[in-house]
């Protein structure tokens, strides 16, 4: 070997066994690279300027939103609005009502905004008692499969309170009957990070027993300090220490449960506050956050 290629050879061994002897995950650090927002956030903004909100929206640097309502636009009105500030809809709530009744249109409408979700965001609570969970789980397979059919995918989002072990199901926990009673093709799960915290469970355990399952999360955060937040009744349950925090200013950890975003199926991650004080001014701090955050 010619003096010169010795040379090279020997260095280049030598950056190779630096390179191997450097952390493993220093190689597989991941960002999120398009942060999407829930837009029941800046609801009472829609009410009032829905062009202008989504807007502002992506003026923050949001490039994906979910949708919790038109307020009265119609679909080919929205996807025009959405081409128009570059912002692509990947999902959005419909009432259970909704996927009971008005099923066939709500996909059409889907299609024709480019959405590939349709979420259910919660159950009624006269129906939390075992027919009404048996019946959501039934009607959950049957809309799924309808939804499979038409090229889009049907998924649950959590509160806290199937978190708590349900009497009429024998204990179990209502979110594990959905999860064991529903097909896992057809059915997906939006977890919702913080109600999922709220209500003692652990997003990462999930994620090891149901891989795959959760393409869908909502992002918001929640801390035990400072004064108690709104009334969370409706959606824990029952009372909870705590509020909601802007993204990154909670005590949720969230590079922990990111981590595992691989494994969980994690495609779509969406902001969401229930109570902004200052709806724009929050949603860049969250976004701000997230779009920075290594895990």
Same mark, same amino acid.
């Given at each position: 070997?010619?003096?010169?290629?010795?040379? +090279? %050879?020997?260095?280049?061994?030598? &950056? /190779?066994?630096? #390179?191997?002897?450097?952390? *493993?995950?220093?190689?597989?650090?991941?960002?999120?690279?398009?942060?999407?927002?829930?837009?029941?956030?800046?609801?009472?903004?829609?009410?009032?300027?829905?062009?202008?909100?989504?807007?502002?929206?992506?003026?923050?640097?949001?490039?994906?939103?979910?949708?919790?309502?038109?307020?009265?636009?119609?679909?080919?009105?929205?996807?025009?609005?959405?081409?128009?500030?570059?912002?692509?809809?990947?999902?959005?709530?419909?009432?259970?009502?909704?996927?009971?009744?008005?099923?066939?249109?709500?996909?059409?409408?889907?299609?024709?905004?480019?959405?590939?979700?349709?979420?259910?965001?919660?159950?009624?609570?006269?129906?939390?008692?075992?027919?009404?969970?048996?019946?959501?789980?039934? +009607? %959950?397979?049957?809309?799924?499969? &309808? /939804?499979?059919? #038409?090229?889009?995918?049907? *998924?649950?989002?959590?509160?806290?309170?199937?978190?708590?072990?349900?009497?009429?199901?024998?204990?179990?926990?209502?979110?594990?009957?959905?999860?064991?009673?529903?097909?896992?093709?057809?059915?997906?799960?939006?977890?919702?990070?913080?109600?999922?915290?709220?209500?003692?469970?652990?997003?990462?355990?999930?994620?090891?027993?149901?891989?795959?399952?959760?393409?869908?999360?909502?992002?918001?955060?929640?801390?035990?300090?400072?004064?108690?937040?709104?009334?969370?009744?409706?959606?824990?349950?029952?009372?909870?220490?705590?509020?909601?925090?802007?993204?990154?200013?909670?005590?949720?950890?969230?590079?922990?449960?990111?981590?595992?975003?691989?494994?969980?199926?994690?495609?779509?991650?969406?902001?969401?506050?229930?109570?902004?004080?200052?709806?724009?001014?929050?949603?860049?701090?969250?976004?701000?956050?997230?779009?920075?955050?290594?895990?």
């Amino acid at each position: 070997m010619p003096p010169m290629n010795r040379r +090279t %050879f020997i260095g280049t061994s030598i &950056a /190779a066994a630096v #390179a191997a002897s450097r952390p *493993a995950w220093s190689a597989e650090t991941h960002h999120i690279e398009r942060v999407g927002l829930q837009l029941y956030t800046v609801r009472d903004l829609m009410k009032q300027d829905f062009e202008g909100t989504l807007a502002k929206v992506a003026q923050i640097g949001y490039k994906e939103v979910e949708f919790a309502g038109y307020f009265d636009k119609s679909p080919q009105e929205v996807r025009k609005i959405l081409d128009s500030n570059k912002l692509t809809s990947p999902s959005e709530h419909v009432s259970y009502e909704t996927v009971e009744k008005k099923w066939p249109e709500t996909l059409e409408a889907a299609h024709t905004i480019g959405q590939k979700f349709i979420v259910c965001p919660s159950i009624d609570v006269s129906q939390r008692n075992a027919d009404g969970w048996r019946r959501a789980a039934e +009607t %959950f397979n049957h809309a799924g499969e &309808a /939804a499979h059919k #038409a090229g889009i995918q049907f *998924a649950y989002h959590n509160h806290a309170f199937e978190f708590e072990p349900s009497q009429s199901l024998g204990g179990k926990l209502p979110y594990d009957f959905l999860l064991d009673e529903t097909d896992r093709k057809l059915v997906k799960m939006e977890m919702d990070l913080c109600w999922i915290t709220v209500g003692g469970g652990d997003p990462v355990k999930y994620f090891d027993r149901y891989p795959g399952r959760f393409p869908l999360v909502h992002v918001k955060d929640w801390t035990t300090k400072g004064p108690g937040g709104g009334d969370y009744g409706g959606a824990t349950g029952g009372s909870k220490p705590g509020h909601m925090a802007n993204v990154g200013q909670g005590e949720i950890d969230w590079k922990r449960i990111f981590a595992q975003s691989g494994k969980a199926g994690i495609q779509h991650y969406f902001v969401e506050n229930d109570e902004p004080k200052s709806p724009f001014d929050d949603i860049k701090v969250s976004y701000d956050y997230l779009a920075k955050l290594a895990f």
